[in-house]
């Protein structure tokens, strides 16, 4: 859910976009995509406010912008290049006056966030939201690659970091913590040199979800085995 101008924007599994009131729950709008059941994990990306806008992901490869007062369509994008698992299930994001979004199965793009025209496809498969950092994107691949973008979409470094996918990069006292789909999680410095390792201890662990940082400087992430870590 997603908290803009008092509303509460919801985006719930069977595709439908809700519009609420914060405080009486009053459904303002509700705006229903149809898509195939055959082709995609059926999953959702969170909701992107933009200026009177909201930008979102689905599952049947588009991204779209839906006014905030109304629902109602202004624009849609097909971004995914697949055939199957084409959901466009990553966190989309505003950087350099453009929208940022990508899919499993298909390039990075970044979108004219007026009327969804694509400016640049970058060759990156992204596996998770990018994080800013100054005027660069450090963003993770699903070849387990780590990579610098640039602000007009030019690729500044890239290095290849494990065999499984990426599930998410933390910016962590001037350091970058990379977390995977597989037992490891890297430190890495700002140059993407290597820091440290941390083994989760079980072939079978991940970490899928975000890394928190408090406000003395742990981080704290859950593994797929029901694991809480703390490290400082």
Same mark, same amino acid.
């Given at each position: 859910?997603? #908290?803009?101008?008092?509303?509460?924007? #919801?985006?719930? @599994?069977?595709?439908?976009?809700?519009?609420?009131?914060?405080?009486?729950?009053?459904?303002?709008?509700?705006?229903? $995509?149809?898509?195939?059941?055959?082709?995609?994990?059926? @999953?959702?990306?969170?909701?992107?406010?933009?200026?009177?806008?909201? !930008?979102?992901?689905?599952?049947?490869?588009?991204?779209?912008?839906?006014?905030?007062? &109304?629902? !109602?369509?202004?624009?849609?994008? $097909?971004?995914?290049?697949?055939?199957?698992?084409?959901? /466009?299930?990553?966190?989309?994001?505003?950087?350099?006056?453009?929208?940022?979004?990508?899919?499993?199965?298909?390039?990075?793009?970044? #979108?004219?966030?007026?009327?969804?025209?694509?400016?640049?496809?970058?060759?990156? /498969?992204?596996?998770?939201?990018?994080?800013?950092?100054?005027?660069?994107?450090? /963003?993770?691949?699903?070849?387990?690659?780590?990579?610098?973008?640039?602000? &007009?979409?030019?690729? %500044?470094? @890239?290095?290849? #970091?494990?065999?499984?996918? %990426?599930?998410?990069?933390?910016?962590?006292?001037? $350091?970058?913590?990379?977390?995977?789909?597989?037992?490891?999680?890297?430190?890495?410095?700002?140059?993407?040199?290597?820091?440290? &390792?941390?083994?989760?201890?079980?072939?079978?662990?991940?970490?899928?979800?975000?890394?928190?940082?408090?406000? &003395?400087?742990?981080?704290?992430?859950?593994?797929?085995?029901? $694991?809480?870590?703390?490290?400082?």
């Amino acid at each position: 859910a997603v #908290l803009t101008s008092g509303r509460l924007i #919801l985006h719930l @599994r069977n595709h439908t976009i809700m519009a609420i009131d914060a405080m009486t729950g009053k459904i303002f709008w509700s705006y229903q $995509r149809s898509v195939t059941f055959s082709s995609t994990l059926q @999953r959702v990306s969170k909701v992107l406010p933009y200026d009177n806008s909201l !930008i979102v992901g689905f599952a049947d490869g588009y991204i779209a912008s839906l006014s905030l007062e &109304e629902g !109602i369509l202004n624009w849609e994008q $097909r971004i995914s290049s697949g055939v199957k698992f084409v959901d /466009v299930d990553v966190e989309p994001i505003y950087f350099n006056g453009k929208i940022v979004a990508g899919s499993a199965a298909g390039q990075m793009k970044f #979108l004219d966030p007026k009327n969804g025209f694509v400016i640049k496809s970058v060759d990156i /498969v992204q596996s998770h939201k990018p994080v800013i950092d100054n005027d660069e994107l450090i /963003v993770g691949t699903v070849f387990g690659e780590i990579t610098k973008v640039g602000k &007009e979409g030019n690729i %500044i470094d @890239r290095k290849k #970091l494990s065999d499984v996918g %990426i599930s998410g990069i933390t910016k962590w006292k001037d $350091r970058y913590v990379v977390t995977t789909m597989g037992e490891k999680v890297y430190f890495l410095n700002k140059d993407f040199s290597p820091y440290a &390792e941390f083994n989760l201890g079980h072939d079978q662990s991940a970490i899928f979800g975000d890394v928190a940082v408090s406000n &003395e400087g742990h981080i704290v992430f859950y593994s797929s085995r029901n $694991r809480l870590y703390t490290i400082k």
